[in-house]
C-alpha cells in the first residue's frame, strides 16, 4: 500500500512539475497578447464598401456571447457587394496572428457564389483611411479562410492576392488565389487558424497546428490600380501593414484573436 502511495505521490509531483513548466513556458510566457476584449470592438474600425470608415453600416460587425460575429440579418436580404472589413488599430511587421473561425447560417441570398463560406484575415494590409469608398477590398495579402459545403474538398488558409503578389517556390506568383495543403472542415465547428508573418522575408500558415502553407517576399502588385497609389519611388516591398478580418456574405464567427509580436527578434 505503501509503494502504491508514493508511487502515486511521485507520479503527481511529475504532473505538477510538468504544470508549472508549461505554464512557465506556454503562450502566455510567450507573450501572446488578446486583440478583442469580448464584449465590444474597441480597437478594431469598420470600412464596408460604399461607406464612410467608421461606419459599421447595418450593425455587420457585432459582439455576442464574447463572439466577434459577422452577421447580415439587418442587410434586408440584399448583400449588394458591400464587401467589409474591420481592421485593428496597430500594424505590425513581425508576428504571430492566431483565432478561431466558423461559418454559420446562410449566405444572403445575392452574396457571389465563390463568397459561399468565405472569409480570410488581411496581412500587410494598406491603411483603411486610404481606401477608396467603393473599393471592395484593401491591398493586402489574404489568408483565405473557407468553410466546406458538407461534400467537396475545399482547403482552407489558401492564399489569395488583392493587389499584391509574393514569391512562391522561388517564383514571382501572379494568379489572385492558390490553395493550400489544409483539410476541409465542414459544418459549424470551430477552426483554429495561425500565421507567422516576418517582413517582406516570409509568411507560413498554420490550420489546427499543422503548416500548410508558405511564400517569400510579399509586394505590391504594379499592374493593380488600388496598388499602384501605394508605390512609393518604385519600391513594390511589403514588409509591414495593417490587419483586418473580412465580412464577404456568409455570417462568420471569430474569437480568441490573439498576437504575438515579434519586433525585437529583427528576422
Request: net charge negative.
Amino acid at each position: 500500500m505503501n509503494r502504491v502511495y508514493r508511487l502515486f505521490a511521485l507520479t503527481l509531483c511529475c504532473a505538477l512539475t510538468f504544470a508549472a513548466h508549461a505554464a512557465e513556458n506556454g503562450p502566455a510566457a510567450e507573450g501572446w497578447v488578446s486583440i478583442f476584449n469580448g464584449k465590444n470592438l474597441d480597437g478594431w474600425t469598420p470600412k464596408i464598401r460604399y461607406h464612410e470608415l467608421g461606419d459599421n453600416w447595418n450593425n455587420t460587425f457585432r459582439v455576442e456571447d464574447g463572439i466577434m460575429k459577422v452577421s447580415y440579418d439587418q442587410y434586408g436580404g440584399k448583400f449588394k457587394e458591400t464587401f467589409g472589413h474591420i481592421f485593428y488599430k496597430t500594424a505590425y511587421s513581425h508576428y504571430k496572428f492566431r483565432m478561431e473561425y466558423r461559418f454559420t447560417g446562410d449566405q444572403i441570398d445575392d452574396g457571389p457564389g465563390w463568397a459561399f463560406r468565405n472569409s480570410g484575415i488581411m496581412l500587410h494590409g494598406q491603411d483603411p483611411a486610404t481606401m477608396g469608398k467603393d473599393q471592395k477590398f484593401p491591398v493586402s495579402i489574404e489568408v483565405q479562410l473557407l468553410g466546406g459545403d458538407g461534400k467537396k474538398k475545399r482547403s482552407t488558409a489558401n492564399l489569395c492576392t488583392p493587389g499584391t503578389n509574393v514569391v512562391l517556390n522561388g517564383e514571382l506568383f501572379k494568379p489572385h488565389c492558390i490553395n493550400s495543403r489544409s483539410e476541409t472542415y465542414h459544418g459549424d465547428q470551430w477552426v483554429k487558424v495561425e500565421v507567422e508573418v516576418r517582413g517582406n522575408d516570409f509568411i507560413q500558415h498554420f490550420v489546427n497546428g499543422e503548416a500548410v502553407f508558405e511564400y517569400e517576399t510579399p509586394q505590391l502588385d504594379p499592374t493593380d490600380d488600388d496598388a499602384k497609389k501605394l508605390i512609393k519611388d518604385g519600391n513594390l516591398m511589403l514588409s509591414g501593414g495593417t490587419i483586418s478580418l473580412q465580412s464577404e456574405s456568409h455570417p462568420v464567427e471569430f474569437r480568441n484573436i490573439e498576437i504575438l509580436d515579434l519586433s525585437e527578434d529583427g528576422k
